[in-house]
């Protein structure tokens, strides 16, 4: 599978909004992640999993807009954004993880753009929620359900494929 990893250090960025900068330089749209609770290099344990939406903010040059509203509710910034995404996250997080900061977490994108590049929105949409599932699954088998995450993901029919997007585009010829 044709996919890179990105790492992002929230103790090195000065304000939330620099996530957006790192997602533009590498140009990632379609992605899942992991917040890692951390003790310098040492990975403590998962706190949250998600994946990009199909909100398309990129084409707008807003990339890692998740990101950024998440890290917007993360405690170490010196304020909260006003957003709901990050007002939750910061509610999320002084309730289940109050003595945490962005000091204490690395967030691991893993950016499959250049993997889906020619697929259809929902070939994209199955492929991306299918790797966040099997995150998830990865992640709870061993260390149990993350921290923040508040339900679990579902496993979606179908696995996208370049010979699936051939059989599609031939069916929508013949109407």
């Not at 304000?15 to 290099?41: C, L, M, P």
């Not at 753009?113 to 990865?138: A, C, G, M, P």
Request: proline share 5%; glycine share 6%; with cysteine.
């Amino acid at each position: 599978m044709n996919y890179k990893n990105i790492l992002i250090l929230p103790e090195h960025l000065q304000n939330a909004s620099d996530v957006t900068r790192i997602g533009r330089k590498h140009k990632s749209k379609h992605f899942t992640y992991v917040w890692w609770h951390v003790n310098g290099s040492e990975l403590i344990k998962p706190l949250y999993f998600g994946k990009s939406p199909l909100d398309k903010e990129w084409k707008k040059g807003t990339y890692f807009s998740r990101l950024y509203r998440e890290l917007g509710g993360t405690p170490g910034f010196g304020w909260i954004a006003e957003s709901t995404g990050s007002q939750q996250h910061y509610k999320k997080w002084v309730e289940r993880v109050p003595e945490l900061t962005k000091n204490d977490v690395a967030i691991f994108v893993y950016d499959y753009t250049n993997h889906v590049k020619d697929w259809t929105d929902k070939q994209i949409d199955i492929f991306i929620s299918n790797r966040e599932h099997d995150l998830n699954k990865n992640l709870t088998s061993t260390y149990g359900f993350p921290t923040l995450n508040i339900a679990p993901t579902k496993h979606q029919c179908g696995e996208p494929s370049k010979e699936f997007e051939d059989r599609l585009n031939s069916i929508i010829e013949f109407k």
